[in-house]
């Protein structure tokens, strides 16, 4: 085989390798996209059904309910227009409360209640680290001083 030959074939199996790699990494990242739908939205049925997607929204007040196995709940997501079911079984983030913010991840089951596989509990969107907050009043009371002066 002439030298012209074998970068030819070298040129071409890297070429091969690469595009299988590509093909096994697109796959990979499709099969773990999850989309994002709120409560709306599924009720417009626009979210996909048999498919794995999240739920958003606030737990809805006096909506959780316990089994007697201690590890289901049953509880109610809403965004203040629509409201859907969930059911999810396993532990709670300790943030999970009724009126705070939840997202769930599961599939829409054919009774239209969202099965949870995992739920996470969303802190205020006005939650600081104890060290940025006093940081903060520090450089507020700094400031108000100056003014004062």
């Known amino acids: 085989m002439k030298p012209r030959h074998k970068r030819i074939a070298i040129i071409a199996a890297g070429l091969a390798a690469l595009g299988i790699a590509a093909a096994l990494v697109l796959n990979a990242f499709q099969s773990n996209l999850v989309f994002f739908f709120s409560p709306s939205q599924v009720a417009a049925n626009q979210a996909p059904s048999g498919k794995a997607f999240r739920i958003g929204g606030l737990v809805e007040s006096g909506s959780v309910k316990r089994a007697d196995d201690g590890l289901t709940v049953r509880f109610r997501v809403t965004d203040t227009a629509q409201t859907v079911a ?23 089951g054919a009774d239209g209640v969202f099965e949870a596989t995992e739920v996470l509990a969303k802190h205020d969107e006005n939650y600081m680290p104890p060290d940025a907050a006093h940081a903060i009043e520090q450089a507020q009371k700094a400031q108000k001083s100056v003014i004062t002066n």
């Open 86 to 108: 969930v059911t999810y079984t396993g532990i709670l983030p300790d943030l999970f409360k009724e009126g705070k913010g939840v997202v769930a991840q599961g599939r829409l």
